[in-house]
């Protein structure tokens, strides 16, 4: 970014940079998960499923969650950003290989912008109170004033025997970073 000099009656750039100093907050979640059970039917009272993207390739397992958001720290109420409407499955798309995958909406209509890079959300793959398998998702930004659609998908190794067991995913409670959305 470069800033115009303070003589200049055109508004001519200045040859140097301005580096401005962000100021990462950080944040903390609340743990969410949901049942799975199979694709639900075709109806013209709400969107088909996000999730799997090819339904062909295996045996799936469906579910939502409504929202997972991320709280300032030091707040029990002040969203800083989140995700809504959240699908996820689970499909056997191979010998001992199953197919997890995530869709929402990145809700940057909150006081923040969220940042994954170092801070990912940890997905897991459960059978009654067993973990099968985990997945981090380092989620693209959340961008201030955004309602964008994201999509995450990952292959991991479960043995076939396991797959007829899943019966929830869980989202686990985790720490974040944000930025303050510039105005």
Same mark, same amino acid.
């Given at each position: 970014?470069?800033?115009?000099?303070?003589?200049?009656?055109?508004?001519?750039?200045? *040859?140097?940079?301005?580096?401005?100093?962000?100021?990462?907050?950080?944040?903390?979640?609340? &743990?969410?998960?949901?049942?799975? /059970?199979?694709?639900? &039917?075709?109806?013209? %009272?709400? &969107?088909?499923?996000?999730?799997?993207?090819?339904? %062909?390739?295996?045996?799936?397992? +469906? *579910?939502?969650?409504?929202? #997972?958001? $991320?709280?300032?720290?030091?707040?029990?109420?002040?969203?800083? #950003?989140?995700?809504?409407?959240?699908?996820?499955?689970?499909? +056997?798309?191979?010998?001992?290989?199953?197919?997890?995958?995530?869709?929402?909406? /990145?809700?940057?209509?909150?006081?923040?912008?969220?940042?994954?890079?170092?801070?990912?959300?940890?997905?897991?793959?459960?059978?009654?109170?067993?973990?099968?398998?985990?997945?981090?998702?380092? #989620?693209?930004?959340?961008?201030?004033?955004?309602?964008?659609?994201? +999509? $995450?998908?990952?292959?991991?190794?479960?043995?076939?025997?396991?797959?007829?067991?899943?019966?929830?995913?869980?989202?686990?409670?985790?720490? *974040?970073?944000?930025? &303050?959305?510039?105005?």
């Amino acid at each position: 970014m470069r800033e115009a000099c303070s003589a200049s009656k055109r508004g001519r750039l200045c *040859g140097a940079s301005v580096e401005r100093e962000v100021v990462l907050g950080t944040c903390y979640s609340y &743990p969410q998960f949901c049942s799975l /059970g199979p694709l639900p &039917p075709r109806t013209p %009272a709400r &969107p088909d499923p996000q999730v799997p993207r090819d339904s %062909a390739l295996g045996a799936c397992a +469906h *579910g939502k969650i409504g929202a #997972f958001y $991320f709280y300032m720290e030091g707040s029990s109420d002040d969203a800083a #950003f989140g995700f809504c409407e959240i699908e996820v499955s689970v499909q +056997h798309v191979a010998e001992d290989k199953v197919r997890l995958e995530l869709y929402c909406i /990145g809700d940057g209509y909150q006081s923040e912008r969220g940042i994954g890079r170092r801070h990912p959300l940890k997905v897991a793959i459960l059978a009654k109170d067993k973990v099968l398998a985990t997945a981090d998702w380092h #989620f693209p930004d959340v961008i201030c004033g955004h309602a964008d659609p994201m +999509h $995450f998908v990952t292959d991991l190794a479960m043995a076939d025997n396991l797959f007829a067991r899943i019966d929830r995913i869980e989202l686990a409670g985790t720490g *974040g970073e944000s930025e &303050p959305c510039r105005v």
